[in-house]
């Protein structure tokens, strides 16, 4: 238990060394008050919104969590706040594991193997791996190496890796080249990902999405010129019967398959102990959870420089800016005043028994901890993401604070030497960039927008009046968030699927409690069970759910609520049965017989 403590400590940010006592004591543990503190960073106002967006970048959940502690310290001893209201938004999708183990491994000289699947096969194979680093381009992230399996430089897609990275053992174990440009490795030396030219026929009136996808549309034939296969075979499927590839003969294989393993899948209903289980968990997200050790001791130490710099606070606005109870609050405080520090041990002044909370002896705690690597780590590639996107933020000040936040980091700053990002291509459709002019005018003057939009989940044209409440960019793509009239609820409108757009001369408000709830699923939607593959387990992460467990064969068990129940038959078609619906049994159904149709269009 003390060896684990010690782990435990030291992944915090503690610097916690060994030091030689005495002959009768023997070996003791020092922890540096002043190396274990975080220093002061000023930073200015375009500074301070570089970092509130680079905190916001990730919709992976650690990371998410990591960012937004990082930047509460970062508040502490920077002397700003990053809860502004911003209008404006970005993210980025990644699984922060993989990412991680392979910088590390990267930056250690270590070999990696790892299961992969390839464009063209969807059976995995063993790759092993000397890692030089990772770029992330074209959309993509991808690790970068010396493929031993090909005794070639080969660049694979973080996406396409199944399943746990696993690091060899021996440090120092290849040498990499010195002078090699990543980013420029994956954009010119290294072949781009396939594509396709492909004839698809659609049925009369349908398809939207395909028709608008298509490089050219002659009658109810759509053709498509250099597309990644990943890409359209899911569009395809999630078109169902609606559209039929003509050629290539390949991935008119390869749907028909997907679609026979659709149309006679069994749905396989919950077992009772994974419904208990799944129900243990809905409740015991409904309670304050069950913490460990680190999450509580963590808050605890950035709890006390908080309330030092807010004299006075009251419980409901200190618990809402920890994103806890007011219960769970008490609880910290009644552990912060009973322990004991130093060699006279003396315990920390807190008064706490009133309606506010005062600091009068913070015993020394007074500065955040310094960053974890997770907290440094999401924060610098943040601001490196946010360099490459357009958007409100000065980029001479994200580069200035980088630089800053570079000093404190420490050894989570080395990773991102392994790590290339590549600016993105500038948006070629000067349609989009006149509707994100238009939307911006909108939310300065606070105005109502009606726009004609496409519905993926629906594959329809529709018009809605919304009140505009900001901008999200997210895997290259741009978001307008706001009130829909029509849902009477929060909706996401991809600007590129805006087909036109008109400033009201009317106020857009939008209702006090509205929240960022995604269009297809909603809390008062039906209840369902979703399983996903491991290899799409990273799904989860970017929806909204009541509870997530994983079985015994490694799969994910999802429960939420759905709204649109062609959006979850839709998405279990794009997803070629790697997320399959377990309840409610008429929408696993549903998925069936629409496969079947679709297969029709494929006789043998």
């Known amino acids: 238990m003390f060896e684990r403590d010690k782990e435990e400590l030291r992944s915090m940010g503690l610097p916690i060394e060994s030091v030689e006592i005495d002959e009768q004591e023997g070996v003791g543990y020092l922890l540096s008050h002043r190396e274990a503190f975080l220093p002061a960073i000023e930073v200015d106002e375009s500074e301070s919104l570089a970092l509130a967006l680079a905190s916001r970048m990730w919709q992976e959940a650690a990371w998410s969590h990591a ?82 399996d090909r005794d070639d430089t080969r660049a694979f897609r973080l996406s396409r890796i199944i399943g746990k990275v696993e690091v060899g053992k021996e440090p120092d174990a290849f040498s990499g080249p010195d002078d090699v440009d990543l980013r420029e490795l994956v954009l010119t030396h290294v072949a781009p990902a396939q594509t396709l030219d492909v004839v698809v026929e659609l049925a009369q009136d349908r398809a939207t999405r395909l028709r608008q996808l298509a490089t050219s549309v002659d009658d109810n034939t759509a053709s498509f010129e250099g597309v990644d296969p990943d890409v359209i075979f899911s569009e395809v499927l999630r078109a169902g019967p609606d559209a039929r590839v003509v050629e290539p003969v390949d991935l008119v ?172 291509a500038p948006v070629a459709d000067s349609d989009v960039a006149d509707v994100r002019a238009a939307i911006v005018g909108a939310i300065n003057s606070t105005r109502a927008i009606s726009l004609e939009y496409f519905s993926i989940s629906r594959d329809a044209m529709s018009t809605r009046v919304v009140d505009p409440m900001g901008l999200l960019t997210t895997d290259g793509a741009t978001y307008l968030q706001a009130w829909c009239r029509r849902a009477e609820a929060v909706r996401l409108f991809r600007l590129d699927r805006i087909r036109s757009l008109t400033v009201l001369d009317e106020p857009g408000v939008v209702p006090h409690d509205a ?79 629409r496969a079947a149709l679709a297969l029709a269009n494929y006789p043998i």
Not at 119 to 145: D, F, I, L, M
Not at 533 to 559: F, M, N, Y
Not at 567 to 582: N, S
């Open 67 to 148: 960012a937004t502690t990082g930047l509460r310290k970062l508040e502490l001893v920077g002397g700003f706040a990053g809860d502004a209201d911003l209008a404006f938004n970005v993210s980025m999708r990644v699984d922060s594991a993989t990412l991680t183990t392979l910088l590390s491994a990267a930056q250690d000289k270590r070999e990696v193997t790892f299961e992969y699947r390839t464009a063209t096969n969807s059976a995995p194979q063993e790759r092993h791996v000397q890692p030089w680093g990772v770029v992330a381009a074209r959309g993509q992230w991808y690790v970068v190496g010396h493929d031993l």
């Open 253 to 424: 294989d390869r749907v028909r398959q997907a679609l026979e393993n659709l149309s006679t899948a069994e749905t396989k209903p919950s077992s009772k102990s994974e419904r208990d289980a799944l129900m243990a968990e809905v409740k015991r997200r409904q309670r304050n959870p069950i913490e460990s050790s680190v999450d509580q001791l963590g808050r605890l130490l950035a709890l006390v420089p908080w309330l030092r710099a807010h004299p006075g606070v009251t419980y409901e606005l200190a618990a809402d800016h920890f994103g806890v109870g007011v219960d769970r609050l008490h609880k910290d405080l009644e552990l912060a005043v009973c322990t004991e520090f130093g060699s006279n041990l003396l315990t920390l002044d807190i008064e706490a028994w009133g309606n506010t909370i005062q600091v009068r002896d913070a015993q020394g705690i007074q500065a955040p901890l310094r960053f974890t690597e997770s907290e440094g780590f999401s924060l610098l590639v943040g601001l490196d993401l946010l360099a490459q996107i357009p958007g409100p933020h000065d980029l001479s000040a994200v580069a200035t604070v980088s630089e800053k936040l570079r000093s404190a980091v420490g050894d989570a700053a080395g990773l991102t030497e392994k790590l290339a990002i590549d600016s993105p």
């Open 515 to 593: 929240g960022p709830l995604l269009a297809t699923i909603a809390p008062d939607g039906e209840h369902a069970v979703f399983e996903l593959e491991p290899s799409i387990s990273w799904w989860a992460d970017h929806v909204p759910h009541e509870a997530v467990i994983t079985t015994s064969s490694g799969a994910r068990l999802v429960a939420l609520r759905v709204s649109s129940d062609a959006w979850a038959v839709r998405t279990a078609m794009g997803l070629a049965g790697k997320l399959t619906i377990r309840e409610p049994l008429a929408l696993a159904q549903a998925v069936t017989e």
